[in-house]
């Protein structure tokens, strides 16, 4: 991916900026006006403002050859694919905790090693939930 040229233009005491992006054999052009939080063209902005726009710019740029379009759109992070994960043996590290507090250090291990994978987090709490029922019934 390439990151073309950046223009500022005054349109009065507004600014508008401009970005050109080259990825995938494809020029995509974007414009945006620098603006405030209620989406008002400020009017003589500082370098700040500029620059500020210029990235938003750049990611709304970005965002039109469909690369990270879910997070542009306000959505949560993809899954990972299961396949990536080694579910059996995360699950199988819980199983040799001996006690709760060996169960507690298995269990932060584990809900990284998901790496944000909301399927594979539950089943890790839920087999965490089952072993430490199994501790609270042999005291």
């Known amino acids: 991916m390439q990151h073309g040229t950046s223009l500022s233009l005054y349109f009065g005491e507004t600014v508008m ?16 006006p620098v ?10 902005p500082d370098s700040r403002k500029i620059s500020d726009a210029t990235m938003r710019c750049l990611a709304k740029c970005i965002a039109c050859f ?3 379009l879910y997070i542009y759109a306000g959505e949560d992070l993809p899954d990972l694919d299961e396949a990536d994960l080694d579910m059996e043996n995360i699950l199988k590290k819980l199983g040799l905790a001996k006690n709760k507090a ?13 790496r944000g994978n909301k399927k594979a987090e539950t089943a890790v ?5 089952e072993i430490a029922s199994l501790f609270e019934e042999n005291k």
């Open 17 to 32: 900026v401009f970005c050109n992006v080259t990825a995938l054999g494809k020029t995509m052009r974007m414009q945006l």
């Open 35 to 44: 603006m405030d939080n209620r989406n008002n063209a400020i009017v003589n």
């Open 66 to 68: 469909g690369i990270g």
């Open 102 to 114: 060996d169960l507690t250090v298995a269990y932060k291990i584990a809900m990284k090693e998901c």
């Open 125 to 129: 709490m839920e087999r965490a939930k």
